[in-house]
């Protein structure tokens, strides 16, 4: 196994502090590019080449994201997600050579928060980075601020409070990204949002290259809360299905 380097050291990250990012990638001249970009975007940046060394890293390290390739020696980034997603919930950046959504959905499924597929640019990489990091920290926010009150359409029940949801009583599990997306549906129901918009309000991310993104999330969240309480509008976008009144 690789060992991996750190290029800093001390106390995890806090709000206002360096945020941390560890790079799983075992292509050295990707690793280079990536952690080159990421350094002097201010992050702080550790590496590791392989399954392993990756979830040892960030036991070790405590991440505050990861961007995690997902063709790995050791084993995958798919069991690495799920592996460091076990100890504690990071945001995970996944890159795949592959344009291949059920690699993609796979990846959301076990705690991705978002996908890259190679080639990419370097500041679109960074952008997403800045997204996913400010996304937590919204997330953060709205806990010691919670919006009051459970949302209730139908089966479905939203908790604001306890960023929980729940369909005929049962607790379904979502990502951060997923949450913050079923939250912006639920917003306007029945209203269709389109791809564009959805973009700005979750990814906070105004390029229109990043929709089909959104499309991999949609396809994720109705797997988990029914495929039939989120209607496409095709060429348009989505909108949350609510029962008649």
């Not at 029940?157 to 729940?166: C, F, G, K, P």
């Not at 976008?237 to 609510?242: D, F, I, N, P, V």
């Amino acid at each position: 196994m690789e060992q991996t380097h750190t290029t800093h050291h001390g106390a995890a990250a806090t709000p206002g502090a360096q945020r941390r990012v560890l790079v799983v990638e075992d292509d050295a001249t990707i690793v280079e590019a990536i952690s080159a970009r990421l350094r002097a975007e201010g992050f702080l940046v550790q590496t590791a080449t392989d399954g392993p060394a990756a979830v040892d890293a960030a036991e070790a390290w405590q991440p505050d994201l990861m961007v995690l390739d997902v063709m790995l020696p050791g084993f995958d980034g798919l069991e690495v997600c799920r592996r460091v997603q076990a100890q504690r919930p990071v945001p995970v950046l996944m890159l795949t050579a592959r344009d291949d959504e059920t690699d993609m959905l796979v990846g959301l499924g076990v705690g991705a928060d978002d996908y890259m597929t190679k080639p990419f640019s370097m500041r679109e990489l960074a952008a997403r980075v800045h997204v996913l990091l400010r996304r937590v920290e919204r997330a953060a926010l709205a806990a010691v601020t919670p919006r009051s009150g459970i949302l209730r359409l139908g089966e479905l029940e939203i908790d604001h409070a306890q960023r929980r949801v729940r369909v005929r009583s049962e607790d379904v599990h979502l990502t951060p990204t997923e949450f913050d997306l079923l939250v912006c549906l639920a917003g306007t129901p029945r209203a269709v949002l389109s791809r564009e918009q959805l973009l700005a309000e979750v990814w906070d991310w105004a390029d229109a290259s990043g929709t089909r993104t959104v499309d991999s999330h949609i396809k994720a969240l109705r797997r988990k809360i029914g495929a039939e309480r989120i209607r496409t509008v095709h060429g348009v976008g989505y909108a949350l299905e609510t029962p008649a009144p």
